[in-house]
């Protein structure tokens, strides 16, 4: 019996590989949807009024936070999933493991569409990442391993961590007969989802967010601001809206500590902290999760010849800007959403825009998932961090 139940399960499984399945291409969509991974993408437009009023330029926010998992980073864990069961290196129900090292959301993502598709999940966190998100991905019934926060060069960083974990694994041979295989001994095979250099990340964009974002401007679309974590947003969204109008200005918010804005402004990643000889090189330092890096990866690469322009975040200002939208608009933001929305400001003042102009970005997660670090100013005052709302209104003025 429990033989047949598993086959059927498998099947069923198999059957749901269709792509279309779990994404609905509608942005709207009254059809009953397949479960958690259904409610995936198509997140709706917003105009933010306060800063597009006093703009004068209409600056809009795309709310990635409504993803199930509450983040954009949905999007590209059910890309880096589908893809792999396209090559017939994940098989459902088949005791594969899917191993990622990330500070972000990407771990909850992945956790998440990991149990919805019948896989499990061991990521691998830096111990000073905010104490929501480990609840979130424990929660999520992910294995957790926290390490000791290190920099990209380092192998005991939480991402060659991952890589390392994955490979020690039995390797998934495309074509073989694992079902038969895992039927006579339990064989358990690794799979490392690597957010940073596989390219179902910008895919997940590119044939996702970027059209989405096109379909609902109506084309009508002069700027994409976004920051960079891993590169995937910037270089799918950015090369999408590009290949349809190649003047769209895309810019690049940065935050503290990141080698970004010197490598689209100067061509060279140079991070002062490398210069001053401290440990701390390639390890981006700052209170803003997720965006922010010192070296490159394939994603990046993919983005850095759309990126027209780019523009410096501090700390203070994306505290500044997340308390400014809570006042203004009810709008509760995390901290690289708040960090994009300074940037879009300071674009539309650069560029002299005030007749209604477009500009576009995106709210990757929400304030929820920062309450411990960035939404905490007993946390931000420990931190030097200054929370003043009249450095928002100075910017506008
Ligand atoms: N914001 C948040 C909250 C994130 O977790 C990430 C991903 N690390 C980003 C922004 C950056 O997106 P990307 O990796 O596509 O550059």
């Known amino acids: 019996y429990f033989q047949r139940r598993r086959r059927e399960r498998i099947a069923s499984a198999q059957a749901r590989l269709r792509p279309s399945d779990s994404r609905p291409i509608e942005l709207r969509s009254d059809d009953v949807l397949n479960g958690v991974v259904g409610l995936i993408g198509n997140t709706p437009l917003i105009r933010i009024a306060s800063l597009s009023d006093a ?153 996702g967010t970027g059209p989405e974002l096109w379909r609902q401007t109506n084309g009508d679309v002069r700027a994409f601001v976004s920051g960079a974590g891993t590169g995937g947003t910037i270089a799918g969204v950015g090369r999408f809206l590009k290949s349809k109008r190649e003047d769209i200005v895309v810019c690049l918010a940065d935050c503290e500590g990141s080698g970004l804005y010197n490598k689209i402004k100067h061509g060279v990643m140079y991070d002062h902290r490398e210069k001053e000889g401290t440990k701390r090189r390639h390890q981006v330092d700052t209170v803003v999760e997720g965006i922010g890096l010192n070296r490159m990866t394939k994603n990046l690469e993919l983005a850095l010849p759309i990126i027209d322009d780019a523009v410096r975040v501090t700390d203070p200002e994306a505290v500044a800007m ?76």
């Open 55 to 207: 703009l004068g330029v209409e600056i809009l926010g795309k709310a990635e936070f409504l993803n199930p998992g509450g983040s954009v980073k949905d999007r590209v864990a059910v890309q880096i999933i589908d893809d792999a069961e396209r090559r017939g290196v994940l098989r459902p129900h088949e005791g594969y493991r899917i191993f990622e090292g990330t500070s972000g959301s990407t771990g909850i993502s992945v956790a998440m569409v990991a149990r919805a598709r019948g896989y499990d999940a061991t990521i691998i966190v830096p111990d000073d990442m905010a104490k929501e998100k480990l609840h979130a991905l424990v929660t999520l019934g992910a294995d957790v391993e926290q390490v000791r926060p290190a920099s990209i060069v380092n192998k005991k960083q939480y991402v060659n961590i991952a890589r390392e974990r994955a490979l020690a694994f039995a390797p998934a041979l495309p074509g073989a007969d694992t079902q038969l295989q895992s039927e006579m001994t339990p064989v358990v095979h690794g799979f490392f989802a690597d957010q940073f250099e596989n390219k179902s990340n910008y895919d997940a964009h590119f044939s």
């Open 322 to 397: 997340a308390r400014y939208l809570v006042k203004h608009d009810g709008l509760f933001v995390g901290s690289s959403s708040a960090c994009n929305l300074v940037a879009c400001v300071r674009l539309a003042r650069k560029m002299g825009w005030r007749n209604g102009e477009r500009i576009v970005t995106v709210m990757c997660d929400s304030g929820a998932r920062h309450y411990s670090k960035f939404w905490n100013d007993e946390y931000l005052q420990k931190e030097g961090i200054p929370v003043d709302v009249g450095l928002v209104e100075k910017m506008l003025e």
